[in-house]
């Protein structure tokens, strides 16, 4: 199985101040379709997860702009511009590229 | 407005059987793969269970295979997960999802599994 390492697992952020996470897998995510199946959810306090970056890179509808997600092959990295309170929770990474399907450990932003 | 609304869970004893639905609406759920993904109290999430859009792929997590069986009506908009042989470590709030256009997520169905 895919094992995906995140780091910080606790992250406490000053508001205003930028953030970043970062997911490392164990294999390459590339997919043999050419594409890499890299997405990061959001968990806030009591609420079901929900998808913030799909494909590395590509931000869902309706995720603000400060969030945005790079990396390539087995190293990426979720980045908040400026951390506003709303955005605390658990951060997850996710691959979809190998089965089964595996998640990061989960990282806790709060606000410092 | 899109929706996924889990039922079904509840208390179980050791060794027991539980059907979870997930109704949606909202969206054409007939052109999505679906998925079940756990979380235990104070956990990470787990992911569960795969099913394609048409049933013709379906994958399952080492830890529930030969156990759990993920199925969906198309006609219904449904998807289920029937579980069997449950143990304590399956104790969890189990969610549907869809990720592979947008990405959609349900409140939840909490399993508990206790004698």
């Known amino acids: 199985d895919v094992v995906m390492t995140q780091s910080p697992l606790s992250l406490p952020v000053t508001l205003g101040q930028p953030a970043s996470i970062s997911c490392r897998s164990s294999?390459?995510?590339?997919?043999?379709?050419?594409?890499?199946?890299l997405n990061w959810f959001q968990q806030r306090p009591g609420q079901s997860p929900r998808r913030l970056i799909y494909?590395?890179?590509k931000r869902d509808s309706g995720v603000p702009d400060r969030f945005s997600g790079s990396g390539s092959g087995t190293d990426f990295t979720l980045k908040i511009s400026r951390v506003e309170a709303e955005d605390v929770g658990v951060y997850y990474c996710m691959q979809g590229t190998h089965w089964p399907i595996t998640f990061g450990q989960g990282t806790r932003l709060e606000i410092k | 407005e899109v929706q996924l609304v889990e039922s079904g869970g509840g208390l179980v004893q050791p060794g027991g059987s539980l059907r979870l639905s997930c109704e949606a609406s909202g969206f054409t759920f007939t052109t999505y793969s679906m998925n079940w993904v756990r979380q235990a109290p104070g956990k990470g999430l787990e992911w569960v269970s795969y099913?394609?859009?048409?049933?013709?792929?379906?994958y399952y997590a080492d830890s529930v295979k030969g156990r759990f069986t993920i199925s969906r009506d198309n006609d219904k908009n449904s998807l289920y997960l029937q579980m069997n042989s449950l143990r304590d470590d399956d104790t969890a709030m189990y969610y549907c999802?869809?990720?592979?256009?947008?990405?959609?997520w349900g409140q939840g169905t909490l399993v508990t599994v206790s004698s």
């Open positions: 494909k590395v890179s």
């Open positions: 294999q390459s995510l590339v997919s043999s379709d050419g594409n890499t199946y």
């Open positions: 999802a869809s990720w592979n256009y947008e990405g959609y």
């Open positions: 099913i394609s859009s048409g049933s013709s792929t379906i």
